[in-house]
């Protein structure tokens, strides 16, 4: 899942190698700026961990009609 904020940043949210959630920041030139420090059970974790670092925008789901 992606999603873009007013500053340019690109959030994704994904499950990593072992099926749990994770977060990455990065520059709208897709240079990887920062990531969450621990993976999490839960997708609503892992958005609200993001959400503490700067993540303020609505997510994207891709494949999903708007």
């Known amino acids: 899942m992606k999603s873009q904020q007013e500053d340019s940043a690109i959030w994704t949210f994904k499950?990593?190698?072992?099926?749990r959630w994770?977060?990455?920041?990065?520059?709208?030139?897709?240079?990887?700026?920062?990531a969450s420090?621990?993976?999490?059970d839960y997708f609503d974790d892992c958005v609200a961990d993001a959400r503490q670092r700067g993540y303020n925008g609505t997510?994207?789901?891709?494949?999903q009609n708007k």
Do not use: C, H, M, P
């Open 59 to 63: 997510l994207e789901i891709e494949g």
């Open 15 to 19: 499950k990593d190698t072992n099926g």
């Open 37 to 40: 420090r621990q993976d999490f």
């Open 22 to 34: 994770i977060w990455l920041r990065y520059s709208a030139e897709g240079v990887a700026l920062t």
